[in-house]
């Protein structure tokens, strides 16, 4: 049971403001299939979109208003009659009206003076409340106005009707303290439920969000991997953690849906986190040292201050040159090898080596010296490729087919995609889902030689949903049987691990 005195409301802005995210363009389907993923995660609400923007922006929010969702659905408005009529026609369950109420906006943007603001700011809540619509009400550049007439403001939307404030620091330029000295000020002045919209210039943003909370602040404006204009918002994976980590508060959120919900927006947008990004960052349960390697086989919480599974993943280990034996000696076990402390050494020596040479080596690395160390293949394969072929032209949508023996049974299966690659990979995906949902996370091509008969060589990393990764690699002159023989690596990779991972649990999690 949620203890409503400890709730802190998630308001997420993904397809909004992470929206406006420099070069981020989504389809109304691709918005759709987002919402319903974080109704899924249980957001407490989805702010759709800003339906002013274009018909396909406003058939996006409508559509997403009408899928029957549980979380409360969104559209931003400006304080502007037709941009309010717009957002009410998509069935929206709340506007969200915005107006800047600093001086630099309003002398530079608006063209407005402080009176004309508060009039309009306070009209448009009320039509808004007419037709019967609760209102959250955003002071736009709220920390770079002038405290009292932002109050002022505040009072008069108060006054007008609006459900909740916003204190938006649009430009990031708030620290925590600062944050929580304006936000209790606010909240002595007004009576509504308080959000916080933090953007992230200076790095901020989530300890910003946290200040606002801590002063009374009920809800947090954030989105998925931090996306939103410039630098982006506070993320929702950082918010959420620190809320119920930190601060032992609580949110709606299922946190155990968090790298899923990460993963399926990085795929949509195309914008991939930085490694280091805390919770959702390839690395962010990575372990490469030794000394650390040691600590967490031993013990996981030695060096990690959440447990990967609540947020949907896997701790890893990386091989290199600051390994050390238990790390090696788990990773060989985890890709299928037995080797003695003797062979442990001997390959933690070959690792070190190309680690000191600069190499950053990927368990595909580590396998091919485990297989020439120890003479033993690691991989029962799983799946082994009989006969692909595949159709592509300008006038005929590609096409592959691909006929697979998986545990000794022969599958055929036929997919389109964008390209005959994508097609061989989604034919690949139809028969593989039967027993495992693995996904591509990083694809590459590389030409070996010059010339239209060079080697193609392809290298991929898959992922399956319980967060285990593998990369494979595999070269010839034609890059659909190259792109195709690393996928069934890669699959019978993770199958591997997936068999072998799940009687060693205990040691994971001991
Ligand atoms: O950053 C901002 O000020 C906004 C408003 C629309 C709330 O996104
Ligand atoms: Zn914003």
Known sequence: MVDTNKLIKIFDTTLRDGEQTPGVSLTPEDKLKIAIQLDKLGVDTIEAGFPITSRGEADAVKAIAEAGLKSEICGLARAEPKDIETALKCNVDLVHVFIATSDIHMEHKLKMG?????????????LVKERGVPVEFSAEDACRSDPDFLIKVFQEVSKAGADRIDVADTVGIMNPTTMFDLVTKVKQAVKEPISMHCHNDF????????????AGAERIHVAINGLGERAGNAALEEVVMSVQNLYQKETNINTRLIYETSNLVSRLTGINPQPNKAIIGDNAFGHESGIH???????PITYEPLEPETVGRKRWIQAGKHAGTHGVKAQLEELGYEASNQQVKEILGRVKDLGDKGKRLTDMDLDSIARSILGQESEERVLELIDISVMTGIKSTPTASVKISMNGETHVAAET?????????????KISDKIAHIRLKDFRIEAISGGTDALGEVIIKVEDNEGNIA???SSDGDIVIASTEAMIDGINKILTKKKISSPKEQLANP
């Open 293 to 299: 390697v040691h600590g967490i086989i031993n013990m």
């Open 114 to 126: 402080r009176d004309e603001v508060i009039k309009k700011a306070a009209e448009m809540v009320k």
């Open 417 to 429: 995609g964008v390209g005959p690659v994508d097609s061989a990979i989604k034919a690949i995906q």
């Open 203 to 214: 790095g901020l943003a989530t300890a910003n969000s946290l200040a606002g909370m801590l």
């Open 471 to 473: 990369t494979a690699r």
